[in-house]
């Protein structure tokens, strides 16, 4: 075994900030590929655990939110609890190390898997929603769109007894709880009578091809993909990671626990998110 000489100790990062802030310098034109963890110090909870794991039932699918009325009654009654935590969140520190990183031209893109629009209200300009956005509510047979406030205020005028209990949120902008929803009115488009539908890429639905050829091209154009509070359980994520692979580009990981790209990463840190980039920010001169 090699013995590292008190120079090689010097160059050998310790912390967690130092290694990433040496991965950034070593490929600094990055595609940031962030998900769920970036966001909870926000308030906005994560789908899985560090396993991988769903912490709660899986969220709504999106055939049976298009084909079932108890579905949308579910969803948009429970909803009326819980999105003003989405609504209402924040963007923490990791989402302005991002932001001072793009401008400093370490970032390519970004291309969150999140629905809450952190990024941009951080600053971030080069960003895909890769999964939509929550706060916009559009018909599924015409061109009709209103913002998810505007939906919630129909939901309202249509059942001015309901009452939505307090109870703790969950990712989808909707919150936990349990009652009877087979009363509740859901709006439905003004113009053509569809199904209205936040501009969410629903489980079970596809990503639109356009937004993945043009992430891919970014992610060609990069010399390093890091991923940022991701499990990378969703292929529509992982996606990135295996073409990566294919290209020979280097990859890093910041997110607590597993992940399904574990054996594809050039560096793993299963650190805190937040304080990490924080730390890395200042390694590398950033203002945030």
């Known amino acids: 075994m090699k013995t590292l000489t008190d120079q090689d100790q010097k160059s050998v990062p310790n912390s967690e900030a130092e290694q990433l802030a040496q991965f950034i310098e070593q490929h600094p034109r990055l595609f940031v590929l962030t998900g769920a963890g970036i966001s909870t110090d926000s308030g906005i909870p994560a789908y899985r655990d560090a396993e991988g794991n769903w912490k709660s039932p899986p969220p709504v699918q999106h055939k049976e939110f298009l084909t079932q009325l108890p579905v949308r009654q579910r969803y948009w009654g429970r909803s009326l609890a819980g999105w003003h935590t ?12 991002l932001a001072a990183m793009e401008q400093a031209g370490l970032i390519e893109l970004v291309v969150t898997q999140n629905v809450d629009r952190l990024h941009q209200k951080a600053g971030s300009q080069a960003v895909i929603d890769l999964h939509g956005r929550a706060d916009i509510v559009g018909c ?4 009709y769109e ?8 129909l939901c309202r005028e249509l059942n001015p007894t309901f009452e939505a209990p307090l109870s703790a949120p969950r990712p989808d902008g ?21 199904v209205l539908k936040a501009r969410v890429v629903y489980f079970g639905d596809n990503v639109h091809k356009e937004v993945v050829y043009n992430a891919i091209n970014a992610l060609e154009r990069s010399l390093g993909l890091l991923v940022v509070g ?18 020979g580009i280097a990859q890093a990981a910041l997110t607590q626990g597993v992940t399904r790209a574990d054996d594809m990463l050039d560096l793993k840190l299963s650190a805190e998110i937040a304080p990490t980039l924080e730390q890395c920010a200042r390694l590398l001169n950033l203002n945030w």
């Open 174 to 194: 909707d919150a936990d709880f349990e009652t009877d929803f087979s009363l509740f009115n859901v709006p439905n488009c003004p113009h053509c009578q569809s």
């Open 140 to 143: 599924m047979g015409c061109d």
């Open 86 to 97: 989405m609504r209402d969140a924040q963007p923490n520190s990791a989402h302005k190390v």
């Open 146 to 153: 209103i913002t998810r406030d505007q939906m919630h205020e």
């Open 230 to 247: 991701s499990s990378l359980q969703v292929f529509s994520g992982f996606r990135f990671n295996r073409h990566a692979k294919e290209k």
